[in-house]
Protein backbone atom coordinates (compact mmCIF):
# COMPACT_ATOMS: atom_id res chain seq x y z
CA UNK A 1 0.00 0.00 0.00
CA UNK A 2 0.97 4.00 -0.46
CA UNK A 3 0.89 6.23 2.78
CA UNK A 4 0.40 9.77 1.13
CA UNK A 5 1.25 13.17 3.30
CA UNK A 6 0.84 16.37 2.12
CA UNK A 7 2.34 19.74 2.94
CA UNK A 8 2.81 23.32 2.03
CA UNK A 9 -0.74 24.76 3.13
CA UNK A 10 -1.18 27.95 4.63
CA UNK A 11 -2.54 31.33 5.33
CA UNK A 12 -1.99 33.87 1.84
CA UNK A 13 -3.91 36.92 0.48
CA UNK A 14 -5.41 36.82 -2.60
CA UNK A 15 -2.79 36.96 -5.87
CA UNK A 16 -0.14 34.98 -3.78
CA UNK A 17 0.92 31.41 -4.53
CA UNK A 18 1.79 28.44 -2.90
CA UNK A 19 3.21 24.61 -3.34
CA UNK A 20 1.65 21.76 -2.12
CA UNK A 21 3.68 18.30 -1.74
CA UNK A 22 2.40 14.92 -1.54
CA UNK A 23 5.19 12.63 -0.45
CA UNK A 24 4.01 9.12 -1.02
CA UNK A 25 5.92 5.76 1.14
CA UNK A 26 5.24 2.40 1.12
CA UNK A 27 4.76 0.48 -2.11
CA UNK A 28 6.43 2.63 -4.16
CA UNK A 29 8.05 0.68 -6.76
CA UNK A 30 4.32 0.21 -8.66
CA UNK A 31 3.35 2.29 -11.37
CA UNK A 32 0.88 5.03 -9.52
CA UNK A 33 -1.22 7.23 -10.93
CA UNK A 34 -1.65 10.57 -8.49
CA UNK A 35 -4.40 13.31 -8.07
CA UNK A 36 -5.43 16.40 -5.79
CA UNK A 37 -8.31 17.13 -4.53
CA UNK A 38 -10.44 19.30 -2.37
CA UNK A 39 -13.18 20.00 -0.20
CA UNK A 40 -14.00 23.50 1.36
CA UNK A 41 -16.91 23.66 4.04
CA UNK A 42 -19.93 23.29 3.21
CA UNK A 43 -19.12 21.53 0.30
CA UNK A 44 -18.72 18.19 -1.90
CA UNK A 45 -14.98 17.43 -2.62
CA UNK A 46 -14.02 18.68 -5.76
CA UNK A 47 -11.81 17.58 -8.37
CA UNK A 48 -8.49 20.18 -8.80
CA UNK A 49 -5.80 18.21 -10.73
CA UNK A 50 -4.06 14.48 -11.84
CA UNK A 51 -1.36 13.61 -13.56
CA UNK A 52 -0.21 9.97 -14.68
CA UNK A 53 2.70 7.77 -13.70
CA UNK A 54 5.50 8.97 -16.15
CA UNK A 55 3.95 12.71 -15.52
CA UNK A 56 3.20 13.20 -19.40
CA UNK A 57 -0.20 13.47 -18.69
CA UNK A 58 -2.23 16.07 -16.45
CA UNK A 59 -5.28 17.47 -16.22
CA UNK A 60 -7.07 20.08 -14.62
CA UNK A 61 -10.34 21.53 -13.77
CA UNK A 62 -11.61 24.38 -15.46
CA UNK A 63 -11.61 26.85 -12.42
CA UNK A 64 -7.86 26.37 -12.04
CA UNK A 65 -6.43 25.70 -15.85
CA UNK A 66 -3.43 28.35 -16.01
CA UNK A 67 -3.09 28.98 -12.54
CA UNK A 68 -2.06 25.80 -11.18
CA UNK A 69 0.16 23.38 -12.71
CA UNK A 70 0.93 19.39 -11.09
CA UNK A 71 3.79 18.13 -11.45
CA UNK A 72 5.74 14.70 -9.73
CA UNK A 73 9.37 13.45 -9.19
CA UNK A 74 9.03 9.63 -9.14
CA UNK A 75 12.74 9.54 -7.76
CA UNK A 76 11.46 11.44 -4.50
CA UNK A 77 8.17 9.86 -4.48
CA UNK A 78 6.94 13.51 -4.42
CA UNK A 79 3.61 15.22 -6.09
CA UNK A 80 3.42 18.88 -6.49
CA UNK A 81 0.60 21.11 -6.72
CA UNK A 82 1.98 25.18 -7.56
CA UNK A 83 -0.80 27.51 -7.14
CA UNK A 84 -0.59 30.66 -8.27
CA UNK A 85 -2.52 33.48 -8.59
CA UNK A 86 -4.66 32.20 -5.79
CA UNK A 87 -8.40 33.58 -4.84
CA UNK A 88 -10.45 33.24 -1.96
CA UNK A 89 -13.05 30.12 -3.90
CA UNK A 90 -9.58 28.16 -3.58
CA UNK A 91 -9.55 28.24 0.53
CA UNK A 92 -10.17 24.63 1.08
CA UNK A 93 -8.66 21.35 2.53
CA UNK A 94 -6.51 19.95 -0.34
CA UNK A 95 -5.61 16.15 -0.06
CA UNK A 96 -3.58 14.08 -2.48
CA UNK A 97 -4.71 10.80 -3.74
CA UNK A 98 -3.17 7.38 -5.28
CA UNK A 99 -4.03 4.77 -7.16
CA UNK A 100 -1.60 1.48 -8.79
CA UNK A 101 -2.17 1.51 -12.68
CA UNK A 102 -0.64 -0.58 -15.28
CA UNK A 103 -1.11 2.62 -17.95
CA UNK A 104 1.77 4.54 -17.30
CA UNK A 105 0.25 8.07 -19.23
CA UNK A 106 -3.44 7.69 -17.93
CA UNK A 107 -4.43 9.73 -15.13
CA UNK A 108 -7.73 9.76 -13.09
CA UNK A 109 -10.51 12.21 -12.21
CA UNK A 110 -12.79 10.61 -10.09
CA UNK A 111 -12.35 9.92 -6.36
CA UNK A 112 -13.64 6.78 -6.43
CA UNK A 113 -10.80 5.90 -8.98
CA UNK A 114 -8.05 6.41 -5.86
CA UNK A 115 -7.64 3.79 -3.24
CA UNK A 116 -4.85 5.94 -1.62
CA UNK A 117 -5.65 8.85 0.85
CA UNK A 118 -3.65 11.89 2.30
CA UNK A 119 -4.74 13.22 5.50
CA UNK A 120 -4.96 17.28 4.19
CA UNK A 121 -3.22 20.30 4.37
CA UNK A 122 -5.26 23.70 4.59
CA UNK A 123 -5.04 26.31 2.40
CA UNK A 124 -6.68 29.78 3.29
CA UNK A 125 -7.01 32.62 0.49
CA UNK A 126 -8.13 35.82 2.46
CA UNK A 127 -9.21 38.92 0.04
Known amino acids: QVRLVESGGGLVQAGDSLRLSCQAS????????MGWFRRAPGKEREFVAAISWNGLSTYYVDSVKGRFAVSRDNAKNTMYLQMNSLKPEDTAMYYC????????????????????WGQGTQVTVSS
Open 97 to 116: AATYTSLSSKYYTAGNDYYY
Open 26 to 33: GRTSSTYA
